[in-house]
C-alpha cells in the first residue's frame, strides 16, 4: 500500500491481531475531505534544535494568523 502525501498513516490490528498501517481517510472519510482545505507542514526535530527550526519556518512560511490554528 502507498501512503499519500497529504495523507496520515495509522496502525490498525487485522483480524489475525497483526498490527497493519493504513490510511486514515480509508477508514474516516471525513479526513479525505478536510484534507482538501487544510496546509499542514510537520517538522520533527530534537528539542535542542527546535527554536531555530521554529524561526526557520517563521521566516519561510511567516507568521500563523490565530484565526487558523488549530494546536500547538
Known sequence: MEIQP???????????GKKEIVQLSEIS???GVLR???NLVR???KEQYRSRVEAASRQVLGET???VK???
Open 29 to 31: 472519510r471525513l479526513i
Open 6 to 16: 497529504l495523507d496520515i498513516p495509522v496502525f490498525r490490528r487485522a483480524p489475525t
Open 36 to 38: 482538501t482545505f487544510m
Open 43 to 45: 517538522v520533527y526535530t
Open 65 to 67: 494568523p490565530s484565526s
Open 70 to 72: 488549530v494546536s500547538l
